[in-house]
Each structure stands twice: as C-alpha cells, then as structure tokens.
C-alpha cells in the first residue's frame, strides 16, 4: 500500500529558528513529491520535485529530494510568525494521483 | 478571480439527508479532484476527472457521487449523510499537458461539512 509519512507530526520553535521537515514515501510509479503549506483554508502549492539531489530554493525555504533513500526535507531558515501553518508532503504517482502524508504543524512563537 | 471556487463554504446538515457540494475552476484546466480532509488534517484523494470522464475512483461509499457537467466543474453528491461524513471536503484542479501532466495541484477554499 503507498505510504507517505511525515515527521515531526508537531513543531514548536522560536522566530529565527530554522526547522527541517521530514518526508518519507513508499510509493509505486513514483513521478514527483510535492509540497504544500496549508494555513486556515486550503493547501498552497511551493515545490515540486522530480529529481534527486537538486534543491530547489523559494526565499526562506528550501527543499531536496533522495529517490535512492525515498525521503524528502524542506528546510525553512530564520522562520518568522508567518511560517506557522501545516505543510503537507504529497507523492504522485500514476495518472494525476497525489497520496498525501498527515503534514507537520508547524507553530512559529515570537 | 477566485481560481478554483467551492459553494458552500459551511454545509450544516441533519444525518440522513442529501447534499451537494459544487466546484468550479477557471484556470482551463482538464483534470478535478475532490479530496476529503479528516479531523486529523490528513487528505485523502476520493475522485479524479478528466476531461469529464472518471479516471480515479477511490475506496468512497456508493453515497459519494461525483458529476462532471463540463471540464470546468466537478460536483459531488452525497446521499444518506453519516456521522462520519463530517470533513472538510476540497476540490482541485491540475492542468494535463501532453504526455506529461503537469501534476501541480490548485485548491478550492474547501467545504466544512458537519453532519449533526
């Protein structure tokens, strides 16, 4: 059964701090991993990954992809109160079918 | 513009009765989605159109259905509420290019549906 999950279910850190987050997948015809950060409403795209080893960079955030150990980390460098949210990890795999893992909530205190 | 816009917002309703929840997207994609999203935050795929046509089905009770009037809007109908049923239910929308879809997903505000 394809699996992804997620770790730590729950972070709470300090504005400044930088947090990685943790993604793991047992997925059959793998095609990407994604993430998604979903604050009061519905999931908002930030990166999508196909290839291993080339980090792909979005201001604060960044995240890297590991096809032969099946995980991905996303990375958020001097986070500030704006960062709380959930982030979601997703697989997609097949035709248009994304498994999601249950998300890290991440709690930035100022 | 709202990209991918759901109705209702709030769904409060009796166990037992029927509701429909629409989705509209105008971003030309050709591909929807409907996902539920539990208490525990965790999103699970249930239907995925193309073009109108059903291409994932899910392990959903036969009370899901799921209507697809033309490529911009996917509906979905549930009969016979339950307790359970309680969730926030999101649509989505994923453009398909060539041979490779560009699997980025874009999501509707979502549904809360609370079944009493």
């Known amino acids: 059964e394809d699996k992804v999950v997620q770790s730590p279910l729950s972070l709470v850190v300090h504005e400044g701090d930088t947090v990685t987050l943790n993604c793991s997948y047992e997925v059959t015809n793998f095609r990407s991993l994604l993430w998604y950060k979903q604050e009061k409403k519905a999931p908002t795209f930030l990166f999508m990954l196909t290839s291993s080893g080339i980090e792909k960079k979005s201001g604060r955030l960044s995240s890297i992809l590991d096809k032969k150990e099946l995980f991905s980390i996303l990375n958020i460098t001097a986070t500030q109160t704006g960062d709380s949210a959930i982030y979601l990890c997703?697989?997609?795999?097949?035709?248009?079918?994304?498994?999601f893992g249950q998300g890290t909530r991440l709690t930035i205190n100022p | 513009d709202t990209a991918v816009s759901q109705t209702p917002k709030y769904l409060v309703t009796q166990m037992g009765n029927d509701k429909s929840i629409k989705c509209e997207q105008n971003?030309?994609?050709?591909?929807m989605y409907w996902y539920k999203q539990d208490s525990k935050k965790f999103l699970k795929i249930m239907f995925s159109?193309?073009?109108?046509?059903?291409?994932i089905n899910e392990t959903v009770p036969n009370r899901f259905s799921p209507k697809s009037p033309d490529k911009a809007h996917l509906n979905l109908h549930i009969n016979s509420l339950e307790l359970g049923d309680s969730a926030v239910y999101f649509c989505a929308s994923s453009l398909v290019l060539g041979q490779g879809p560009n699997i980025e997903q874009f999501f509707g505000p979502g549904t809360r549906l609370t079944v009493l």
């Open positions: 159109y193309n073009n109108k046509e059903l291409i």
């Open positions: 971003l030309g994609h050709d591909t």
């Open positions: 997703a697989v997609a795999r097949g035709a248009q079918k994304l498994v």
